[in-house]
Structures are given as structure tokens and as C-alpha cells.
């Protein structure tokens, strides 16, 4: 497993994340750990990993949407992402996807992290 988290400090010395001890496990494996992770104010933030190695499950840690396995996070303010259009496809009805990617600017295609999301080129 690797996850490159890569940042551009904003310069502001307000912390928004801190994660410390963090472990996360996945079918008896681990998954990833992080020692100590700190994201302040107008941090630039890139999560970088191949494919199921656990980009999604450190938003939604971050996001408080599921529990890491040992260690604390500790968020001020509101988090949001991106997920990709993928995990989406049994909650959204195909007319709401036609709509965010008919009222988007980008025509050649949907792409994040280098995967093809829910929209391609024709």
C-alpha cells in the first residue's frame, strides 16, 4: 500500500486537520497508517495512490464518515470532497448525472486522479 499525500503550504497557521497514530485495516489487513498529519488553512492537498490502497477511505476518516481502526482525527470547520461519479451510480438517478455534466464546462471528459469517472469523450 502507498499513499503519497502531497501539500503546498498556504501559509496560514491555523490547523484545520490533525490526524495522529492513524491505522486502518481491511479484511484483517492493513490498509495504511499515518504517524501524524497536519493540513492548515489554505493547504493545497493531493491524495495519490493506486487503486484500493485507501485514498477514499482517508477522505471519508477525514470526513468523519467512518472510523479509523486506532489513532484520532481531529477537524475544525467542514470538509468536503469529490467522490468519483462510480460510487455514485446507485444513489443518483442517471437524469442528475446527465445534468452536472451537461451544465459543466469541460466537454473532452470526466477524469480524476487519471481514472475515467462517470462521463467520457464521445
Known amino acids: 500500500m502507498f ?11 491555523m490547523e484545520l486537520i490533525k490526524m495522529r497514530g ?12 499515518f504517524d501524524k498529519l497536519t493540513v492548515f488553512k489554505n493547504d493545497i492537498i493531493g491524495v495519490v495512490g493506486l487503486n484500493g ?5 482517508l477522505l471519508e476518516i ?3 464518515d467512518i472510523a479509523p481502526d ?4 481531529e477537524v475544525k ?12 451510480h446507485e ?9 452536472f455534466r451537461s451544465s459543466s464546462t469541460i466537454s473532452e471528459g470526466w477524469f480524476s486522479g487519471g481514472e475515467k469517472t462517470g462521463h467520457c469523450c464521445k
Open 3 to 13: 499513499i503519497n499525500l502531497i501539500a503546498r503550504k498556504g501559509g496560514d497557521c
Open 77 to 88: 470547520g467542514d470538509i468536503s470532497y469529490y467522490k468519483q461519479f462510480g460510487q455514485y
Open 53 to 57: 490502497s485507501g485514498k477514499t477511505t
Open 70 to 73: 486506532k489513532g484520532n482525527v
Open 91 to 99: 444513489s443518483v438517478d442517471s437524469w442528475q448525472l446527465k445534468e
Open 62 to 64: 477525514i470526513n468523519n
Open 22 to 33: 492513524i491505522e486502518k485495516y481491511f479484511g484483517g489487513k492493513l490498509l495504511f497508517t
